[in-house]
């Protein structure tokens, strides 16, 4: 079930000439990685010990959508990453901005009265990419520093319309707006708030548009969504409307497990936020930059947000950067009302952002968007769909464009799930790895979200090395 753990010290002479070629530089046996690794490396969120007694698999370079480990395994990428290789691996063009850049101007900062070409060049594109009404951006490093922006922005608006009281903050359970304290609050994950005593004030919580798992009786999909839209209303009038600065979501949960909100969701959670004079903001993280097939995943939803939170996509992950994007009535009172004190030291990193430049060069300019929302988009989830509606274990396959959610169920048709989904999950994900694919698990929901250069033959590669996982999960548990 498991790649070797200790790989014969031949393992690389197996691996094909180009790879070896390429890794020569650092090439060390698989095992010697391991241990090297297990002895001085704490990854993010692992049970170090148990990972250390399997030791972790070592990519060691990668190309279009595929990756290539250690032992020379080519695996096909359903992931991108971490959600965020919109332009897929390899590409030149982002190599050479971040090499030109770095020999020009590798780094200066954007606080003191200075600024630099890369960073109005973004800024400008940006502005250009997004909906009409952004025009103004803030930089940082990261989603989760995004979500922090977000926070101080949207307490520095309040103040600047006079409605300090203006400070609660509602977010939704099962969100993830990142891993800093404020986005660790911010976020709706149990097992993350468990072990962070110190929380960020002023940040509530009601619960997700997640139907499938959490409607009762014969409500419908719409009845669902405008119910849990409507859990905002009370929570605003319970707080107080004078209180509430602010809601927070993204577009679809994407860590939490790909869950598309049923179509009534954002504009009954839009309305909401307008009645009450209270900010939307937008998280979108792993919505942005053409996942859905359009540049923001609140074009495909229909809602204007008052922030965006963006990162993973804007730099394709080749280098980190996350930035907010301001829609014009909130920068305005940023801007006419003094100084607003938040920044980072690499707040629009020069090589950042030209890699940022031309990274969204290549979404726009290849079409790369455009052929998400047209082409590979729809023939993925027409894939999915026809290759799962009737599997003895897939409940409901959620998604559009490039990203999916499918998830597992004892009973798909009476809406069961797995007393222990997160079991079955882990189980089907290890059957991925094993075959191959990179398919990640949440609890028992199964997700896919590619590099947006897929092909239409890559998709089938990912669709049957899905199916063949899923099956042999159903196999195993007796249900196929
Ligand atoms: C990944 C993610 C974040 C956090 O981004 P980091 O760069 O990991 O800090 C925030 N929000 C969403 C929706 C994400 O998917």
């Given at each position: 079930m498991s790649y070797r753990i200790d790989a014969p010290a031949s393992a690389l002479q197996e691996t094909p000439t180009t790879l070896r070629a390429q890794s020569s530089r650092t090439a060390r046996s698989t095992s010697e990685y391991r241990a090297l690794d297990a002895a001085h490396h704490i990854h993010p969120f692992s049970d170090m010990g148990s990972l250390n007694k399997t030791g972790s698999r070592v990519i060691v370079k990668a190309k279009g959508v595929y990756l290539w480990d250690s032992e020379g395994n080519q695996i096909i990428d359903g992931m991108a990453g971490l959600w965020c290789v919109n332009v897929g691996y390899g590409r030149k063009e982002l190599a050479d901005a971040a090499y030109e850049q770095m020999l020009e101007l590798p780094f200066y900062n954007t606080f003191f009265k200075t600024t630099h070409p890369p960073?109005?060049?973004?800024?400008?594109?940006?502005?250009?990419?997004?909906?009409?009404?952004?025009?103004?951006?803030?930089?940082?490093?990261?989603?989760?520093?995004?979500n922090d922006t977000v926070l101080r922005i949207v307490h520095q608006y309040w103040l600047t319309q006079g409605k300090p009281s203006k400070k609660v903050v509602i977010s939704r359970r099962n969100a993830y707006h990142g891993s800093t304290i404020a986005g660790g609050t911010l976020g709706g994950m149990g097992y993350m708030h468990e072990q962070m005593p110190s929380k960020v004030e002023n940040i509530v919580h009601i619960d997700q548009p997640y139907f499938y798992g959490e409607a009762q009786g014969n409500m419908t999909p719409e009845e669902f969504g405008l119910a849990r839209a409507q859990q905002l209303e009370a929570k605003i009038l319970e707080v107080g409307a004078e209180n509430v600065a602010a809601f927070i979501g993204e577009p679809f949960q994407g860590a939490g497990g790909v869950i598309f909100p049923p179509s009534t969701y954002w504009p009954e959670i839009q309305r909401i936020c307008r009645k009450y004079d209270i900010l939307l903001c937008a998280d979108e993280v792993i919505g942005g930059f053409g996942r859905t097939g359009e540049w923001f995943a609140h074009q495909h939803f229909g809602f204007e947000p008052d922030l965006i939170t963006m990162a993973k996509g804007l730099t394709s992950g080749y280098v980190p950067m996350g930035a907010v994007g301001i829609h014009d009535r909130v920068a305005k009172a940023l801007i006419e009302n003094g100084e607003f004190n938040h920044g980072l030291t690499y707040s629009g990193h020069p090589v950042a952002a030209a890699v940022a430049v031309a990274n969204l060069k290549l979404l726009r300019d290849e079409g790369i968007v455009t052929r998400v929302k047209n082409d590979t988009g729809p023939y993925f989830q027409q894939r999915l769909r026809e290759t799962f509606a009737s599997h003895p274990i897939i409940g409901e396959i959620s998604g559009a464009?490039?990203?999916a959610g499918l998830q597992l169920a004892e009973d798909p048709q009476a809406r069961k799930r797995f007393a222990n989904g997160g079991d079955v999950g882990t189980l089907c994900r290890d059957f991925c790895f094993n075959g191959n694919l990179i398919m990640r698990a949440t609890g028992d929901r199964m997700l896919l979200s590619p590099p947006l250069v897929v092909t239409r033959?890559?998709?089938?590669e990912i669709v049957s090395k899905a199916k063949k996982a899923i099956d042999a999960t159903a196999q195993q548990l007796g249900l196929s």
């Open positions: 960073v109005i060049e973004l800024s400008a594109l940006l502005a250009q990419l997004s909906p009409e009404p952004f025009n103004h951006f803030f930089y940082c490093n990261s989603g989760s520093e995004g464009g490039l990203v033959g890559e998709i089938d």
